[in-house]
Structures are given as C-alpha cells and as structure tokens.
C-alpha cells in the first residue's frame, strides 16, 4: 500500500486566507490536488493533522469526504503528544503507525518542518499557500 500522512492546516488550506461562510475551512483547489495524487498513484491517506483529535475518527475523514476528498481515508496515526514539541510528537505517530502496517512507499505531507526538506519521505508545503502543483510533483515522483 502506498500512504501519504496527511496534515491538513497549511495543507489543504492556507493560512490567513478567507473561507467565509465554511465552517471547516478547506480549500478546493488543494483538495482538487490531493484527489489527483490519488488517482496517480492509488495512495491511500492518514490523518496525521491535529484535526484528527478535534474531530475524532471517523469525523475528520468524514469532513474530508464532504469537502470532495476522494482519495481513500484508511486511518489516523496515534495520540503520542505530550510535553514535548509538536514536530518530536509528530514523527513519533508516524513511525509508530509505519511500525505497525504494511506499506510500500509513502510521504508525509505537511508545513510543520518534521524532517529536512530534502528528505525521501517529506514534502513540506507553505503554511500561507497549502498544496501547490509543484507540491504535487514532488509526491508523485516519491510514490512512484
């Protein structure tokens, strides 16, 4: 299986950007992006996003669908925080579920800086922008 741990603030939104009128702010545009990752290379997703605790499973995944995500949902990494800083944590979940599932490749995609940008598992988008096509390039080239 190929996974793509998904963040989704600076991801599939962008900071400071304007979503008025949704009470989820998610942008079309990088949700239209994330969909083509999937149907290029029949990744799956896992909520890495701190939305994942504001919106326990299946919540977030189901928000996700409703916004137009078509890109499988299959799971979330676990709740490993604690006083440490967000990105430690962060690395830690992924690793632990990487542990504990089979997978052929995969990528983690978010604007926290959680590994050097030349990483070949890491792409990191701009918190102000979220997902762009040359973004998406670099996630494509990684999966496949």
Known sequence: ???????????????????????????????????????????????????????PWPGCRDILVEHGVTMPLVGETPDLWTDEEPEEARRREIAQWLAENRVERHVVLDDLPLYPDDHPHFVRTVETVGLTDADVARVLALLR
């Open 1 to 55: 299986m190929k996974v793509v741990f998904l963040d989704i603030d600076g991801v599939l939104n962008a900071l400071g950007a304007s979503y008025a009128g949704l009470e989820h702010p998610l942008d079309g545009a990088a949700i239209a992006r994330l969909n083509r990752i999937a149907g290029a290379t029949g990744a799956a997703g896992v909520l890495s996003t701190s939305w994942r605790l504001l919106f």
